[in-house]
């Protein structure tokens, strides 16, 4: 069951276009999986802001000395998400979480691709963890609009087996979209499941090129 709690921040640091937001979350952390999300209260307790902001649950530290951390990565976007990049040490963000249905993982070690857009790969590190702690294969795909709007590729380099980037300008990887390399990826590598992360006309393209191979996402 999702559980409200008050946050302390423990850093705010950027990464690329982006910034990672890291918080103190016990209760949230133990039960938090590779695709749930939380929400957060923007602008404190003395705010009028009604509406709470989801995050995608980048990773988790169930343990330690803060009993659970997490971290979110945020694009700013207008005020809430500026108060939450603004945000210092110490201080207090009210979460709400976990929330949504995580990813469904395979009961057999099998090919897997993890295909993400922008900031929205942010769940796919924690899910390319578990995989491959199941004996699973894993190949990722990212894809952004430029070099800057990548999130994480050394890091996700490092725990898939290959890595394949696009941006839309070409100032990494291929030239294109995700959905240009994704087929030739899924048949190079026999991939069994697909998941996906990122804007909607993306997912949309990857569920049906996916579902034309038999793969489900």
């Given at each position: 069951m999702p559980v409200q709690v008050k946050g302390e921040v423990l850093d705010v640091r950027r990464v690329g276009a982006y910034f990672m937001l890291s918080l103190?979350?016990?209760g949230i952390s133990d039960a938090a999986r590779p695709g749930h999300f939380v929400t957060l209260g923007i602008g404190g307790d003395e705010s009028g802001a009604l509406l709470r902001r989801a995050f995608a649950v980048h990773q988790v530290q169930?343990?330690?000395v803060y009993g659970g951390t997490l971290d979110l990565v945020i694009s700013v976007h207008g005020k809430g998400t500026k108060w939450l990049a603004d945000r210092r040490r110490h201080d207090v963000v009210d979460i709400v979480g976990p929330l949504g249905r995580p990813f469904v993982l395979p009961r057999?070690?099998?090919s897997c691709v993890l295909v993400g857009g922008g900031y929205g790969a942010a769940p796919l590190f924690m899910l390319a963890e578990q995989l491959r702690d199941r004996g699973c294969r894993v190949e990722a795909v990212l894809g952004a609009s430029t070099e800057e709007k990548l999130f994480g590729a050394l890091e996700l380099k490092r725990l898939a087996s290959n890595l394949t980037i696009t941006t839309d300008d070409g100032s990494m990887g291929e030239r294109g979209r995700v959905?240009?390399?994704?087929?030739a990826i899924m048949d190079r590598a026999e991939a069994s499941v697909v998941y996906a992360c990122g804007p909607m006309p993306m997912l949309q393209q990857v569920a049906r090129q996916a579902s034309a191979r038999s793969a489900y996402s």
């Amino acid at each position: 069951m999702p559980v409200q709690v008050k946050g302390e921040v423990l850093d705010v640091r950027r990464v690329g276009a982006y910034f990672m937001l890291s918080l103190t979350a016990p209760g949230i952390s133990d039960a938090a999986r590779p695709g749930h999300f939380v929400t957060l209260g923007i602008g404190g307790d003395e705010s009028g802001a009604l509406l709470r902001r989801a995050f995608a649950v980048h990773q988790v530290q169930s343990r330690g000395v803060y009993g659970g951390t997490l971290d979110l990565v945020i694009s700013v976007h207008g005020k809430g998400t500026k108060w939450l990049a603004d945000r210092r040490r110490h201080d207090v963000v009210d979460i709400v979480g976990p929330l949504g249905r995580p990813f469904v993982l395979p009961r057999q070690s099998v090919s897997c691709v993890l295909v993400g857009g922008g900031y929205g790969a942010a769940p796919l590190f924690m899910l390319a963890e578990q995989l491959r702690d199941r004996g699973c294969r894993v190949e990722a795909v990212l894809g952004a609009s430029t070099e800057e709007k990548l999130f994480g590729a050394l890091e996700l380099k490092r725990l898939a087996s290959n890595l394949t980037i696009t941006t839309d300008d070409g100032s990494m990887g291929e030239r294109g979209r995700v959905p240009d390399v994704l087929p030739a990826i899924m048949d190079r590598a026999e991939a069994s499941v697909v998941y996906a992360c990122g804007p909607m006309p993306m997912l949309q393209q990857v569920a049906r090129q996916a579902s034309a191979r038999s793969a489900y996402s």
